[in-house]
């Protein structure tokens, strides 16, 4: 059985990019942390983008889950948690120093 298109995606990003998967998980999770926040006009301090970014981390480890237990029969939880702290450490930071007032003011320094 082949990979998942899912996963040619994302090996493919990782050879046009030449950043490793942890890398990619970083950038990514900042990405739909910012998309998230332009598209919806939503400041750093709502939840709502972070809701957004935790979402696509769970459906891309979901994703990376099933194509785990077809291919190999088995599955790494502890790699996809892993890649989901990954995705969500920046913009759980921001998020946290916006809504404590402490973004605002290192921004203004």
Same mark, same amino acid.
């Given at each position: 059985?082949? %990979?998942?298109?899912?996963?040619?995606?994302?090996?493919? $990003?990782?050879?046009?990019? *030449?950043?490793?998967?942890? @890398?990619? +998980? $970083? +950038?990514? *999770? $900042?990405?739909?942390? !910012?998309l998230a926040m332009l598209l919806g006009r939503r @400041? %750093?301090?709502?939840l709502l983008p972070l809701a957004m970014a935790a979402?696509?981390?769970?459906? *891309?480890? !979901?994703?990376? /889950?099933?194509?785990?237990? @077809?291919?190999? *029969? +088995?599955?790494?939880?502890?790699?996809?948690? +892993?890649?989901?702290?990954?995705? &969500?450490?920046? %913009?759980? $930071?921001?998020? &946290?120093?916006? /809504? @404590?007032? /402490? !973004?605002?003011?290192?921004?203004?320094?």
């Open positions: 059985m082949e %990979p998942s298109l899912f996963q040619a995606g994302k090996l493919a $990003l990782v050879d046009l990019t *030449g950043l490793s998967r942890d @890398s990619l +998980h $970083l +950038h990514i *999770g $900042l990405l739909v942390w !910012l @400041s %750093p301090r709502s979402l696509a981390a769970t459906a *891309g480890e !979901l994703l990376d /889950r099933h194509n785990a237990l @077809s291919l190999l *029969g +088995h599955w790494h939880w502890q790699a996809s948690l +892993h890649d989901w702290v990954n995705t &969500l450490l920046w %913009p759980s $930071l921001l998020c &946290l120093l916006a /809504r @404590s007032g /402490r !973004l605002d003011t290192a921004l203004r320094t």
